[in-house]
């Protein structure tokens, strides 16, 4: 398994996405709306990786707009779109913006646009829950 880390452009929020295929192979999407165009965000996911998520306490923020269904995480303190996440099933599930936690496996590739519009709520669960993947997020203390 391979892992690759990043952060926030502050440093608060670190990343670890735990991968069974080359990061070459992974999906690299640019979702359309207008929140994700405004960050610049590249995301990927995959259900057989996982990401781990480790902020120092509140240090996130959790937004929500649209159909109010997914928790977009944000750096409280530089900014930074980092995650998308979802419950579903009793599992937390995630996305990750590579380009917000630079994570330079990915540089180079022109994420495929993608446009979900013209999904029903339905829809749009179903393909989060094949795509995405398990999500651990973890709060953590400040060290003495």
């Given at each position: 398994?391979?892992?690759?880390t ?5 440093g ?5 996405l735990?991968l069974v ?62 995650a ?5 099933d ?27 519009d ?7 669960l ?11 997020l ?7």
């Amino acid at each position: 398994m391979t892992q690759l880390t990043g952060q926030c452009h502050c440093g608060a929020v670190q990343v670890v996405l735990e991968l069974v295929y080359p990061p070459s192979i992974l999906p690299l999407r640019a979702c359309q709306c207008g929140f994700c165009r405004a960050h610049g965000a590249a995301t990927t996911s995959h259900p057989e990786s996982h990401l781990h998520i480790e902020a120092a306490p509140g240090a996130l923020s959790h937004y929500r707009f649209g159909r109010r269904a997914v928790d977009f995480l944000i750096c409280r303190t530089c900014g930074v779109y980092v995650a998308s996440t979802i419950e579903a099933d009793g599992e937390r599930l995630a996305t990750l913006n590579v380009n917000g936690v630079g994570i330079q496996d990915f540089a180079g590739r022109t994420p495929e646009p993608a446009d979900y519009d013209h999904e029903t709520d339905d829809e749009r669960l179903v393909r989060r829950q094949a795509r995405w993947m398990p999500l651990i997020l973890v709060e953590t203390q400040p060290s003495a």
